[in-house]
């Protein structure tokens, strides 16, 4: 088995992968953009682009650590369990002590009890933190709303806060 870098040409690889477990919905030049602030890890076997590590780099600067955090981890269905999850966690472990980070984070939705076993087994452990997600905004702010891509906060950081 080959882990490699994604790239730009790999998006329709990351997107069948990805849609397995996940909503898709970004279009080829988003996928550009956002491999621009993450690293994409591509696992091949047998000339199948079979899994994916999406990951980010985060620099905490008021707590002084840096971060590594895997936004998505997936393996096609009918390649788990044979250990491809594993070599992923295995590379992103290797490129966190490479790159000198504090820890390895992620988060997983309370039902995916297969991912929670998966993780614990790869020396994973779980924190007392509850992830808390707003998402009335769009309809107290800005009477509904459909999706938008958000290119450039200027003019949002040049308004004076109230």
């Not at 600067?61 to 999850?85: D, M, P, S, T």
């Not at 309370?110 to 929670?116: A, I, L, P, V």
């Amino acid at each position: 088995m080959l882990i490699r870098f994604a790239n730009t040409n790999d998006y329709i690889a990351i997107k069948n992968i990805v849609k397995e477990s996940f909503d898709f919905k970004a279009l080829k030049d988003e996928f550009a953009i956002y491999l621009k602030e993450r690293d994409i890890l591509l696992a091949i076997k047998d000339d199948k682009e079979v899994a994916c590590a999406i990951y980010e780099i985060i620099q905490d600067i008021f707590a002084g650590k840096k971060v590594l955090f895997v936004n998505y981890l997936c393996v096609k269905k009918e390649f788990r369990a044979l250990g491809i999850g594993k070599a992923l966690i295995k590379k992103i472990k290797q490129i966190a002590c490479e790159l000198g980070v504090d820890s390895i984070e992620l988060t997983c939705a309370d039902f995916r009890q297969n991912s929670h076993q998966f993780y614990l087994a790869n020396d994973f452990s779980v924190k007392k933190t509850k992830v808390f997600i707003c998402e009335s905004f769009k309809n107290e702010l800005m009477g509904g709303g459909g999706r938008s891509t958000y290119k450039n906060n200027s003019s949002i950081k040049n308004k004076d806060v109230a």
